[in-house]
């Protein structure tokens, strides 16, 4: 009920859940209270959850952050959510999303955007975004309208808006949770994760979403462990690279020293530092932004109005295709979907796509030399702290840039974790990125911890 009452209270100006379901929370609670009384209390029982609006939700409206999914009931439920249910947890809403999972800003979720929750030092009127896509998550989670929330990662939508609102996020290795009911938008990349406030809270909710699920075939079958127990282990001993190309030209002295200071940490709990060289890093950005809508523009083929969600009339079936995802579908998604097809295309196939797969293989051949010497990897989340709302470019790339230290982890199938580790001059939160051998999320809890 706590949080149920600042969700009336926040949600209309952060706008952080889509749809907001009390009554199913509170049948929910009262659930798990008898589970309690009966003494089979699973490990979250009670635990109020923020859902992002990419996981079906059997009998709960799931958009997607789009139009086009505007009147989706999903008649099933995700595994990742199912398990949690299972589990005992509490499901207060759906949280936003930039459309389809496309964005770093939550500015293009057709719901309007999700708001950060910080504010720059004497700025009290200057909006910040929350970062994306699962912007609405990680805003949910850092002004308490939710203990913990669900998220996806694809190029770094779990851990830039973790990092822009000063919360933990994990991407888990490829293959961890089942993407079995969640919105596909790059498949290859897609991976669910948990956002909460501390290191060790993802733990406990990773261990409840992961698992291996026969209804997603790329789900790995893989023995869940104790994630918290790692937690609190300690890093003596441990050889944390980091990666000479992720010094960028033109690294703000802010990050930079933000990065400098996570080393010196590392160092005094008794880690050894090792510089290492990912050459193939710099390539990462127009890979991804190749792959990614390449996947993307297959994956929304469905949409076409007649099986399910926004239908338009048409004089035929070919209008009522065009007319329907005309008006379904935002900017970004269909500049995306664009690219997709353009890529995919007879004529430039093996120019752009191919190539591009060649590349993701290299930048993945640079991280498994790299665990060659190293057991994790340090580098900033991002390259600045949030921005403002009104402060975005309309410039497409400018907005790809926030990727850049992100997308090598899903390129790659490597687990990351963004956690706060300081405030910029303007007393907005910086995040720092651990990286990890494939599985050993372990690891990555530990060095957070
Ligand atoms: N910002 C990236 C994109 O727009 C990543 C999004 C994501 O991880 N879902 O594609």
Redesign the pocket.
């Known amino acids: 009920r706590a949080h149920l009452d600042a969700v009336e209270q926040l949600n209309p100006r952060l706008n952080a859940y889509i749809t907001v379901t009390p009554e199913l929370a509170l049948a929910q609670a009262e659930a798990a209270d008898a589970a309690i009384a009966r003494g089979e209390a699973g490990p979250l029982a009670g635990i109020p959850l923020a859902i992002k609006d990419l996981f079906c939700t059997a009998g709960t409206r799931t958009t997607a952050g789009s139009k086009i999914l505007g009147n989706f009931v999903p008649p099933y439920e995700s595994t990742v959510t199912a398990q949690l249910l299972r589990d005992g947890a509490v499901f207060l809403g759906k949280a936003n999303l930039?459309e389809f999972?496309?964005?770093?800003s939550n500015l293009s979720s057709a719901y309007g955007a999700a708001e950060n929750p910080w504010k720059r030092a004497g700025e009290p009127d200057t909006v910040l975004v929350p970062g994306?896509?699962s912007g609405g998550s990680a805003a949910a989670v850092a002004a308490r309208l939710a203990l913990g929330a669900t998220a996806?990662?694809?190029?770094?939508?779990i851990r830039q808006p973790a990092a822009f609102c000063g919360v933990t996020g994990i991407k888990p290795t490829y293959g961890r949770c089942s993407r079995y009911g969640i919105i596909a938008?790059a498949s290859s990349l897609d991976q669910a994760g948990p956002v909460a406030r501390t290191v060790e809270d993802c733990a406990i909710l990773l261990r409840s979403m992961a698992g291996f699920d026969p209804k997603d075939s790329t789900s790995a079958d893989r023995a869940v462990p104790d994630f918290a127990a790692a937690v609190a282990r300690g890093v003596k001993g441990l050889r944390i690279g980091i990666p000479r190309e992720y010094r960028l030209e033109g690294l703000s002295p802010e990050i930079d020293a933000l990065w400098q200071q996570g080393m010196e940490w590392l160092r005094a709990e008794g880690a050894e530092l090792v510089e290492i060289s990912l050459p193939h890093a710099g390539h990462a950005l127009p890979t991804y932004y190749i792959v990614?809508p390449a996947e993307a523009s297959s994956n929304l083929a469905r949409y076409d109005g007649v099986r399910f969600g926004l239908r338009e009339d048409g004089r035929d079936l070919k209008e009522l295709y065009e007319r329907s995802r005309a008006a379904g579908f935002g900017a970004e998604v269909k500049r995306r979907i664009l690219i997709g097809t353009y890529v995919l295309s007879a004529g430039y196939y093996d120019a752009y796509y191919v190539k591009a797969q060649q590349v993701r293989a290299l930048i993945k051949r640079d991280f498994d030399e790299a665990w060659g010497k190293v057991d994790a990897i340090l580098t900033p989340a991002t390259p600045t702290a949030a921005f403002g709302r009104d402060e975005t470019q309309d410039d497409p790339v400018a907005m790809y840039l926030?990727?850049v230290f992100t997308i090598t982890a899903n390129l790659a199938g490597i687990p990351g974790m963004a956690l706060p580790a300081g405030l910029d001059a303007k007393g907005l939160p910086l995040g720092l990125q651990i990286l990890g051998r494939p599985f050993d999320e372990e690891t990555l809890f530990a060095i957070g911890g």
């Not at 999972?101 to 770093?104: F, I, K, R, V």
């Not at 996806?152 to 939508?157: A, C, E, N």
């Open positions: 930039d999972a496309m964005g770093s994306g896509s996806t990662d694809t190029g770094g939508s938008y990614a926030n990727d």
